[in-house]
């Protein structure tokens, strides 16, 4: 009997949301906008764009880094072991991503199609969408599910005892502070599987490896 | 005793050149520099930007994919098992890279950064460059090591044999086409990782991991 195994990966408190009104004037933020050809609260918050307008956002450290998720995102969507793949965003929008997506590899075609999910809820717009903004929030995802979090402060373990049918792996998705109260809340196991900080790259290319190394690396 | 490895990785036919002299007046490339405030044969060519003028270029498909060495230097700059870093290109320059150096994560800083690196041989310009062109070629590198090819037509391996000091391990980082015939001169022991073909950030996340397997994930 040949092993196998599907995972559930959810990417928490994800960088990711259109410019906020607060700073849709700012003189950095119109510039690149109109470069583009868009108006601004069309565009991705982008803090490598709009640094000095974002200095006095609340939280703005955590914010503003969707590169974050091109990067994991590129990870987890050329592996065969997903089998449901969600965004939570720093906002609380949950985006479930079809596993068979694949994302552009340039970053700012990314972006573009990003801007379009957050602006029509859906790409493709027509039949079945590859992403789409779910009508739930974070605590209907995890229902029936065993949630993970990978933390620092975790549990040490090793990324192949993650790797169960049923755990819905939670990664963070965002520079730096602390998870939400609501990512909290919803996920209180936690689990650390490695010695130092890691950035969220590193930590989906653990656990997708881990799950390959049960599978004989397939 | 505590188990420790460190090995070397050459980047091999990455796919990083300023755009060649054939295309440097073609429209998109003009338009594409202008915007930027650059002179065109002092961008990189990139396929998401040049594609209708590189349809012409020979062996095009395997160029202008700076994205690909954007991804996989990302995954490698993180991790602490490297001694030594290069990048060989498309056009057989060898790039040395400080194992301490961290690319930026922005995909247009990075594009900036290489393009700096290409025309002033070395970056930063002043002390101890993070990033060189070597004088030397692929010949030079491989004296002295044991240099070990990942190519889907390898002889079958697991990651974590491949991480031993000393191995100096060879991945492309190019779209799609076979290997120069430069590369498969200086590299004639092949392996693979995988029943399938990899993206080039995969076989770097794969034989990563396969280290840090070894090291009880550090």
Redesign the interface.
């Known amino acids: 009997m040949q092993f196998s195994v599907k995972i559930d990966i959810i990417l928490l408190d994800s960088s990711l949301e259109l410019v906020p009104k607060e700073i849709v004037n700012h003189p950095s933020v119109v510039k690149n906008a109109m470069?583009r050809g868009k108006r601004p609260e069309q565009t991705i918050l982008?803090i490598?764009l709009h640094y000095s307008a974002m200095k006095n956002l609340p939280n703005f450290r955590k914010r503003g880094?969707p590169?974050?998720l091109h990067?994991t995102l590129?990870?987890i969507l050329?592996?065969k072991i997903m089998d449901e793949i969600y965004i939570h965003t720093i906002d609380s929008k949950i985006i479930r991503v079809d596993p068979s997506m694949r994302p552009p590899?340039?970053?700012?075609?990314f972006i573009g199609l990003m801007e379009k999910l957050l602006i029509e809820g859906r790409v493709p717009k027509e039949n079945n969408p590859l992403m789409e903004i779910l009508n739930v929030k974070l605590e209907d995802i995890v229902k029936g599910k065993n949630p993970i979090l990978l933390s620092e402060d975790g549990k040490r373990t090793?990324?192949e005892a993650l790797c169960k049918d049923n755990n819905l792996i939670g990664i963070g998705a965002f520079q730096s502070g602390d998870f939400s109260s609501e990512v909290k809340s919803y996920f209180y196991e936690r689990y650390s599987?490695?010695?130092?900080v890691?950035?969220a790259?590193?930590v989906v290319?653990?656990l997708?490896?881990?799950c390959?190394?049960l599978l004989g690396?397939?």
């Open positions: 470069k982008d490598s880094r590169d974050i990067q590129l990870l050329e592996e590899k340039n970053y700012d075609r090793s990324p599987i490695s010695s130092r890691l950035e790259q590193q290319c653990r997708l490896s881990g390959n190394y690396w397939p």
